[in-house]
């Protein structure tokens, strides 16, 4: 069985680097990659299990970690810019054989998006969870 994490965000943006360094943290003891939302379905294609982590805002208090449920019929508001659940779902419609059996996704919810290395203290502080989380995830 074929196992991926895969980290978004960009590293040079503060907290939003928080998918990077969880899929880093994790790179010796599973395949990773690290990539954006457009190039998402590229990155899991062929594999059986795949765990995406992400950050998130506005969805609870600075260094929460949850899994974001994969809703049955997303709705595409734009086509020219797809988020994760937008891109997911368009891989089952357009690639359903390529596409992995199953991929959750890990959200952590993140303060600091501004110019600059290094996360938060709170983000900092979570980092230690959201590795343990996708551990379990893949185990």
Avoid: C, W
């Amino acid at each position: 069985m074929k196992k991926l994490v895969v980290g978004i965000g960009n590293a040079v943006l503060g907290d939003d680097s928080i998918g990077i360094r969880v899929a880093k943290e994790l790179e010796n003891e599973f395949e990773v990659k690290v990539t954006t939302p457009s190039a998402l379905l590229e990155a899991i294609a062929g594999y059986d299990r795949v765990v995406i982590v992400d950050a998130i805002s506005g969805a609870g208090e600075i260094g929460d970690v949850f899994e974001v449920e994969l809703p049955e019929n997303p709705r595409f508001t734009s086509s020219h810019s797809l988020g994760i659940i937008e891109m997911l779902s368009l891989g089952k419609v357009l690639y359903p054989e390529k596409m992995p059996k199953e991929v959750r996704i890990v959200a952590i919810e993140v303060g600091r998006m501004q110019i600059g290395e290094g996360l938060s203290e709170e983000v900092e502080r979570a980092l230690e969870k959201a590795v343990a989380f996708v551990r379990e995830i893949l185990s």
